[in-house]
């Protein structure tokens, strides 16, 4: 590559330098999957309701949240930057791709079981975990290749267990969002220890 390349990656990268985004993200999934995976041993419906509910009420709060981290943390410490145009296309293209794949299985499932519940779990997670390597070699963030792994793995994991479908998608996304708020919370650890808080007025404005 390149020294544009790589100058064009970290650029990319620096939006997500801080782990706050899976931070967020990870902890969303991990609610969800909690409920998901408890609704689905008990055979209580609400709470798998709950989980859905809690990860679409959640996008608009952690979005704040991320952003306030970001003014009071780490643009105090390293400088502002606005999100790219490119980090966020990755994020709407992963969004995208995992859709396509996953909305036709979703749905042969839903109308009559006359899909492979194993087979449909493991190409989620394979797609999810697709998704995560593109953004990882996109973003030259190499912590995301860990969901590139994960994903898979539970994926297959579920789907040999087998697991039924509401089941396994459930903890698949639990265990994904653990995982996510682990390398988030390592990311964030190994930022904070790089740029001490005695640095701050050295960039502040």
Not at 125 to 136: M, N, R, T
């Amino acid at each position: 590559m390149t020294d544009l390349g790589i100058i064009q990656r970290r650029l990319r990268g620096y939006w997500f330098v801080d782990g706050f985004q899976e931070i967020a993200g990870g902890t969303a999934l991990a609610i969800a999957g909690a409920l998901a995976v408890a609704g689905s041993i008990t055979g209580n419906d609400s709470l798998s309701a709950a989980g859905v509910y809690a990860l679409a009420l959640a996008a608009l709060p952690a979005a704040v949240a991320i952003r306030v981290a970001k003014r009071q943390v780490t643009y105090v410490r390293t400088g502002w930057v606005r999100e790219s145009k490119t980090a966020s296309l990755v994020r709407l293209a992963v969004a995208i791709v995992w859709t396509i794949i996953a909305t036709p299985l979703l749905v042969a499932y839903l109308r009559g079981g006359a899909l492979n519940t194993g087979w449909a779990l493991a190409a989620m997670g394979i797609a999810i975990g697709v998704g995560a390597g593109s953004q990882a070699w996109l973003t030259g963030t190499r912590r995301f290749y860990v969901q590139a792994i994960v994903f898979p793995l539970a994926g297959l994991a579920t789907a040999l267990a087998g697991l039924d479908f509401r089941t396994g998608f459930a903890t698949m996304i639990l265990t994904g969002g653990v995982s996510l708020l682990a390398t988030g919370a390592f990311a964030l650890r190994k930022y904070l220890r790089a740029n001490p808080a005695a640095d701050i007025e050295a960039v502040a404005p």
